[in-house]
T-cell receptor, first 112, second 114 residues
Framework: LAKTTQPISMDSYEGQEVNITCSHN???????ITWYQQFPSQGPRFIIQ???TKVTNEVASLFIPADRKSSTLSLPRVSLSDTAVYYC?????????????FGGGTRVLVKP | DTAVSQTPKYLVTQMGNDKSIKCEQN?????MYWYKQDSKKFLKIMFS???????INETVPNRFSPKSPDKAHLNLHINSLELGDSAVYFC?????????????FGPGTRLTVL
């Protein structure tokens, strides 16, 4: 069962790049890495997903090294509205069951 | 239209009571989930159903009983509520089961047990 570890919190300033690293040393061959964002009083929302190397979308980039034992979510030029909790999730591509694991989340505070 | 909806949004009740939380998704997804988020923001999966069939049942007291009357609904019934049940409960759905499928979460139900 792949367990994830993330920093508890990070502070940043508007316009800066924020990088959050998630450790998943026991990641299995079939596991995908997914990141979610959660604002206060809301449910988590999908940001990005990857299996290896680099994935980029309109919101973020996800960097995954060759050994896949960690991944880094990169948020370019953050704004105040990016203040949220970010969760790293490792899940088996096919399996329905017990490999859906959320990390503890990283609380990102963006300051003016 | 709300993709994943939950009712009620807030639920305050006394210890020992029985309560239910309802969840509906209009996305046509096959898989639905219940998560519990405690005060420290840890998000833990409780149950998952795929096409009305239970596929995940984590270590949850048997006071918690999910029910899926159809693919679009997954309700959570809790018997004999305890103080430790106080948390935010999230329903979610995904097109199919498996970790590569994006999950869509509902707004959450904040349960407070007094």
């Amino acid at each position: 069962l792949a367990k994830t570890t993330q920093p508890i919190s990070m502070d940043s300033y508007e316009g800066q790049e924020v990088n959050i690293t998630c450790s998943h040393n026991n990641i299995a061959t079939n596991d995908y890495i997914t990141w979610y964002q959660q604002f206060p009083s809301q449910g988590p929302r999908f940001i990005i997903q990857g299996y290896k190397t680099k994935v980029t979308n309109e919101v973020a980039s996800l960097f995954i090294p060759a050994d896949r034992k960690s991944s880094t979510l990169s948020l370019p030029r953050v704004s105040l509205s990016d203040t949220a909790v970010y969760y790293c999730l490792v899940g088996d591509r096919k399996a329905a069951g017990n490999k859906l694991t959320f990390g503890g989340g990283t609380r990102v505070l963006v300051k003016p | 239209d709300t993709a994943v909806s939950q009712t009620p949004k807030y639920l305050v009740t006394q210890m020992g009571n029985d309560k239910s939380i309802k969840c509906e998704q209009n996305l046509g997804h096959d898989t639905m989930y219940w998560y519990k988020q405690d005060s420290k923001k840890f998000l833990k999966i409780m149950f998952s159903y795929n096409n009305k069939e239970l596929i995940i049942n984590e270590t949850v007291p048997n006071r918690f009983s999910p029910k899926s009357p159809d693919k679009a609904h997954l309700n959570l019934h809790i018997n004999s509520l305890e103080l430790g049940d106080s948390a935010v409960y999230f329903c979610a759905s995904s097109q199919r089961q498996g970790g590569s499928n994006e999950q869509f979460f509902g707004p959450g139900t904040r349960l407070t047990v007094l």
